[in-house]
């Protein structure tokens, strides 16, 4: 078996190509991975093993349709998490989103169909639907983005579902709360705000900090993609959901915590434009089909994401300042 996982470099990338070489998944051991990667400043070689009898690394571009083509060739499916994804950048300028996020996939699903991949898995947000004041969004929601980069992901959740509808290509399509855990660039709102901590430097809180969301282990969020790679549905979306709502403030005062700081650390700035009030997803349907639950309980990861950037400054400190515009 062979599968190619583009953004393999980035954040929950990373940890899916890990996890399959560590055969952690049942029906992909022993599996040759192709990872993929642009190496933009939130992809970091440093998260994949630099060698690997069963890891061949491609430094390419969703977006080149010729690497594309070379690539794909024998490989049997691909999981799609390559994208830029960081909502502040697209409110400064929304290029490189509509480029990489719309036009990168429309290129991938292009060559998936003219090399004859079989499976597809396209990793998408909770962020496509808007904004919810109460209740859970099922997968029969309307798309109504906010943000220059939540429009990009509906539009390539849309193209996604149209070379399914027009191709026939065996293809899903995830939606995933919010993420976080280790190897997350510094630049959101978890790694941000513990690295700061770990400096001395104030949190940057936005407006009131009351703006809820709902929180996923990153490795809970890759064995939901494992499930529905192997058994997903075509055409099909599923929500992936945490259970975890929590306010900004309130994860802000559990990492104030866990680092041993208090309130006095909190800088209310600013609230961002078109700031999303509330996230929540109800993942009945991956629940019930694909017998899906979280196994990794907020608190406890939480800790084990401080430990794990507290045991490795030279990781973030690299990443955290090596990006233009950063804090």
Request: proline residues 3%; hydrophobic residues 40%.
């Amino acid at each position: 078996m062979r599968i190619l996982v583009t953004g393999a470099a980035g954040f929950i990338g990373s940890h899916f190509v890990r996890n399959l070489l560590a055969d952690a998944y049942a029906g992909w051991e022993g599996a040759s991975v192709t990872a993929l990667d642009a190496l933009t400043y939130a992809g970091n070689r440093e998260n994949i093993p630099s060698s690997h009898p069963r890891l061949e690394f491609v430094h390419g571009d969703v977006c080149e349709r010729e690497v594309l083509l070379d690539v794909l060739p024998g490989h049997d499916a691909v999981v799609h998490f390559a994208a830029e994804s960081h909502v502040d950048r697209s409110v400064l300028s929304g290029d490189e989103f509509i480029r990489t996020n719309v036009g990168g996939t429309q290129t991938l699903l292009d060559a998936c169909l003219r090399t004859g991949v079989e499976r597809v898995v396209h990793v998408s947000t909770d962020e496509v639907y808007g904004t919810i004041a109460e209740g859970s969004w099922t997968e029969t929601w309307p798309l109504l983005p906010n943000s220059p980069y939540a429009a990009s992901k509906a539009a390539s959740d849309l193209l996604a579902r149209s070379y399914w509808r027009t191709h026939g290509l065996d293809l899903s399509i995830t939606r995933c709360s919010n993420n976080f855990g280790s190897h997350q660039h510094p630049e959101k709102l978890v790694p941000l705000f513990i690295t700061n901590l770990l400096e001395g430097l104030a949190l940057p809180l936005y407006g009131d900090g009351l703006n809820v969301r709902e929180w996923l282990h990153v490795d809970d969020h890759c064995r939901a993609i494992h499930l529905v790679l192997n058994h997903g549905a075509a055409g099909d979306i599923y929500n992936v959901g945490g259970g975890n709502e929590r306010t900004n403030l309130e994860v802000t005062s559990l990492l104030l915590e866990l680092c041993g700081a208090d309130a006095g650390a909190i800088t209310y700035v600013a609230d961002r434009k078109g700031h999303d009030v509330r996230y929540s997803l109800d993942d009945t349907k991956i629940r019930e089909q694909l017998g899906y639950a979280p196994r990794i309980g907020f608190e406890e990861g939480m800790a084990a994401t401080v430990d794990w950037y507290r045991e490795n400054p030279g990781w973030w400190k690299a990443s955290k300042y090596r990006s233009e515009g950063r804090r």
